[in-house]
Nanobody, 123 residues
Framework: VQLQASGGGLVQAGGSLRLSCAAS????????MVWFRQPPGEERDFVAA????????YYADSVKGRFTISRDNAKNTMYLQMNSLKPEDTAIYYC?????????????????WGQGTQVTVSS
């Protein structure tokens, strides 16, 4: 499956953004989907995951209560609604897909990646 992330931008602290990840090429609903992020000079970290039917979601502690992951299988698209943004949320955000569930933070297990979208939160 091919993935394309979009929706990043510059926002003030406390603001909101919604990221999208559009899929093509394979049956989107076969895949579990995840958002990662990579701050400048740091490693890529798990943010949130959603199961193939959208019934189960998982979040990193740092974003719980502020971010919401969702998907629309009819539109082949996954979303990340980000509220109450903080400067430490500044990063390149990547979407990724895999068929097998679990091990959401195991980067090597993901078979498809989007190109990333920059999110910058100013203080």
């Amino acid at each position: 499956v091919q993935l394309q992330a979009s929706g990043g931008g510059l926002v003030q602290a406390g603001g909101s953004l919604r990221l999208s990840c559009a899929a093509s090429g394979r049956t989107f609903s076969n895949y579990n989907m995840v958002w990662f992020r990579q701050p400048p000079g740091e490693e890529r970290d798990f943010v949130a995951a959603i199961s193939w039917r959208g019934t189960n979601t998982y979040y990193a502690d740092s974003v719980k209560g502020r971010f919401t992951i969702s998907r629309d299988n009819a539109k082949n698209t996954m979303y990340l609604q980000m509220n109450s943004l903080k400067p430490e949320d500044t990063a390149i955000y990547y979407c990724a897909a895999k068929v097998s569930p679990g091990n959401w933070d195991h980067i090597a297990s993901f078979t498809s990646w989007g190109q990333g979208t920059q999110v910058t939160v100013s203080s």
